[in-house]
């Protein structure tokens, strides 16, 4: 008897929703999300389901991985989509068997980990979660498509995206990612704040870092509304920079819960982007495998301003670092570089 409740539904797509969409689908593709009977995995599945991450013209089959106690409500999330008649999904794959749950996955969000409690640091869960990411590196390895795109969302991410990354032989490195997505739009929010402009009016911002309270949000090139824009280095100092990078510890104190919408919502728009590319003149945040770059050891998984071309991204090379923003990176380079040792035991 199978120990794990294993759900395919595969529908063809309806003669109506060929209709309704024309002769321009694409081949479906295949999308994982573990944590999916989570709280941001409630945010996020139906948002993937509807064509917001990856387009209307391009079907998905859904595969929505969580651990064994969690079958019976994964169970009733799978029934709530069926219960959309989403017209892109192609099938459900609601499982707690990795095998199954990452067999020739073309994407993955994994949010799958423990969230921080009040009081805690992301750094403080990299125990418990770490080890989850070596057991998925290596299902990921063996069963995903050879072109899987990665975002690790599950905290501490960095950390976590780098013990996943050391299991992966055959895929290339680049493919796995970790998100700072959410950093970017909160950074990008309190700036249009600030200068009475919509969140979309603020370019050439990036975060580099760890997602911690060391991540460094970097503004000097700032533009709204496509001119050069300053603020006075007091705010950024003393509300901006603290207030990004505390962020989450509010929601979790407001909500008594982490935040899940928002974050759903940043890891749509991290996969969106990798996809789709970064607009002309701006650039995004995404944590990726260092090159060396802006002098960041060489293969930790930090964030770095990058542009997206064709699939592809590039970290924004020659920016200028004042020594401000020397000491800031300094800083959180050197919190990356104390969790790569923490965690030496499982990167061998
Ligand atoms: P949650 O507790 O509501 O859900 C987590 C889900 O993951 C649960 O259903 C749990 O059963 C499942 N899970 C645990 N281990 C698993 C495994 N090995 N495989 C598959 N599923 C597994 O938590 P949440 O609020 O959805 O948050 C999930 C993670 O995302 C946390 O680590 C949180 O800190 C992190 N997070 C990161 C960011 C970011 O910006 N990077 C933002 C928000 C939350
Ligand atoms: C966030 O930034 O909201 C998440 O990383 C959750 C947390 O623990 O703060």
């Given at each position: 008897?199978?120990?794990?409740?294993?759900?395919?539904?595969?529908?063809?797509?309806?003669?109506?929703?060929?209709?309704?969409?024309?002769?321009?689908?694409?081949?479906?593709?295949?999308?994982?999300?573990?944590?999916?009977?989570?709280?941001?995995?409630?945010?996020?599945?139906?948002?993937?389901?509807?064509?917001?991450?990856?387009?209307?013209?391009?079907?998905?089959?859904?595969?929505?991985?969580?651990?064994?106690?969690?079958?019976?409500?994964?169970?009733?999330?799978?029934?709530?989509?069926?219960?959309?008649?989403?017209?892109?999904v192609q099938g459900i794959v609601a499982t707690d068997n990795q095998t199954v749950g990452f067999k020739d996955v073309n994407y993955a969000l994994l949010v799958g980990a423990k969230p921080r409690g009040p009081g805690?640091?992301?750094?403080?869960?990299?125990?418990?979660?770490?080890?989850?990411?070596?057991?998925?590196?290596?299902?990921?390895?063996?069963?995903?498509?050879?072109?899987?795109?990665?975002?690790?969302?599950?905290?501490?991410?960095?950390?976590?995206?780098?013990?996943?990354?050391?299991?992966?032989?055959?895929?290339?490195?680049?493919?796995?990612?970790?998100?700072?997505?959410?950093?970017?739009?909160?950074?990008?929010?309190?700036?249009?704040?600030?200068?009475?402009?919509?969140?979309?009016?603020?370019?050439?911002?990036?975060?580099?870092?760890?997602?911690?309270?060391?991540?460094?949000?970097?503004?000097?090139?700032?533009?709204?509304?496509?001119?050069?824009?300053?603020?006075?280095?007091?705010?950024?100092?003393?509300?901006?920079?603290?207030?990004?990078?505390?962020?989450?510890?509010?929601?979790?104190?407001?909500?008594?819960?982490?935040?899940?919408?928002?974050?759903?919502?940043?890891?749509?728009?991290?996969?969106?982007?990798?996809?789709?590319?970064?607009?002309?003149?701006?650039?995004?945040?995404?944590?990726?495998?260092?090159?060396?770059?802006?002098?960041?050891?060489?293969?930790?998984?930090?964030?770095?301003?990058?542009?997206?071309?064709?699939?592809?991204?590039?970290?924004?090379?020659?920016?200028?670092?004042?020594?401000?923003?020397?000491?800031?990176?300094?800083?959180?380079?050197?919190?990356?570089?104390?969790?790569?040792?923490?965690?030496?035991?499982?990167?061998?």
């Amino acid at each position: 008897m199978q120990k794990f409740l294993q759900k395919v539904i595969t529908n063809n797509l309806t003669r109506a929703s060929m209709a309704h969409f024309g002769q321009s689908l694409k081949p479906p593709v295949r999308v994982a999300i573990t944590g999916a009977a989570g709280q941001i995995g409630y945010s996020l599945i139906f948002r993937v389901a509807s064509g917001e991450m990856l387009g209307p013209n391009q079907p998905v089959i859904l595969h929505l991985i969580d651990l064994p106690f969690a079958m019976t409500a994964l169970n009733g999330v799978a029934m709530e989509i069926q219960d959309c008649a989403f017209p892109l999904v192609q099938g459900i794959v609601a499982t707690d068997n990795q095998t199954v749950g990452f067999k020739d996955v073309n994407y993955a969000l994994l949010v799958g980990a423990k969230p921080r409690g009040p009081g805690m640091e992301r750094g403080d869960l990299l125990k418990d979660n770490g080890k989850i990411f070596t057991e998925t590196g290596k299902y990921v390895n063996d069963h995903a498509s050879r072109d899987i795109k990665v975002v690790v969302v599950g905290n501490p991410c960095n950390t976590n995206c780098l013990i996943l990354a050391n299991q992966i032989k055959d895929i290339p490195k680049e493919n796995f990612t970790a998100m700072t997505r959410l950093d970017h739009n909160r950074a990008q929010h309190q700036l249009a704040d600030k200068l009475g402009v919509h969140s979309s009016d603020i370019r050439k911002i990036a975060i580099f870092g760890n997602h911690s309270p060391t991540m460094v949000p970097y503004i000097d090139q700032m533009t709204a509304k496509n001119h050069k824009a300053t603020v006075d280095q007091q705010w950024v100092t003393q509300t901006f920079i603290p207030t990004v990078q505390q962020r989450g510890a509010e929601i979790i104190k407001a909500r008594k819960l982490s935040s899940a919408a928002s974050a759903g919502n940043a890891a749509m728009n991290h996969i969106t982007t990798w996809v789709n590319g970064t607009p002309e003149g701006d650039y995004t945040s995404m944590a990726i495998p260092s090159d060396g770059s802006y002098g960041v050891p060489k293969g930790l998984i930090f964030s770095f301003p990058v542009t997206v071309k064709n699939g592809k991204y590039s970290i924004v090379q020659g920016l200028p670092i004042s020594p401000f923003y020397q000491g800031l990176l300094d800083k959180t380079i050197k919190e990356l570089v104390d969790e790569r040792n923490a965690v030496d035991h499982l990167l061998k």
